[in-house]
């Protein structure tokens, strides 16, 4: 069974960073895509940014968060990360990590919710003007 905690959440002005991370329990093949997505009240959950990491690192972003927001994963301790820097006051959302089914990688679908079995219970990202 495979499980998702997220952390790193909080408060910050216009312009700051957080650091979200993923923490992993479960065995996923390193090729597995995984993602974050975020979700803010009256809106649809939609996709952030995805990874696959086999035998080619395959990295995807929504547009508006391209530059700003890096996805990055430690196979070995089980980790996903969101490095969210130039935050805006639009940012704020509730962020959750994803895993597809085992082994599948990212493809073109990779910010569609239907592409993925498992998700964290979120953590709040709040941004002040």
């Known amino acids: 069974q495979v499980q998702l905690v997220e952390s790193g959440g909080g408060a910050v002005q216009a312009g700051g960073s957080l650091r979200l991370s993923c923490a992993v329990s479960?065995?996923?093949?390193?090729?597995?895509?995984m993602g974050w997505f975020r979700q803010a009240p009256g809106k649809e959950r939609e996709g952030v940014a995805a990874?696959?990491?086999?035998?080619?690192?395959?990295?995807y972003y929504e547009n508006s968060v391209k530059g700003r927001f890096t996805i990055s994963q430690d196979n070995a301790k089980n980790t996903l990360w969101l490095q969210m820097n130039g935050l805006k006051p639009e940012d704020t959302s509730i962020y959750y990590c994803?895993?597809?089914?085992?082994?599948?990688?990212?493809?073109?679908?990779?910010?569609?919710?239907?592409?993925?079995?498992?998700w964290g219970q979120g953590t709040q990202v709040t941004v002040s003007s």
């Open positions: 994803a895993a597809a089914a085992r082994g599948e990688t990212c493809d073109s679908n990779w910010f569609r919710v239907w592409q993925y079995n498992y």
């Open positions: 990874i696959s990491s086999g035998a080619i690192r395959l990295t």
């Open positions: 479960g065995y996923l093949y390193p090729s597995t895509c």
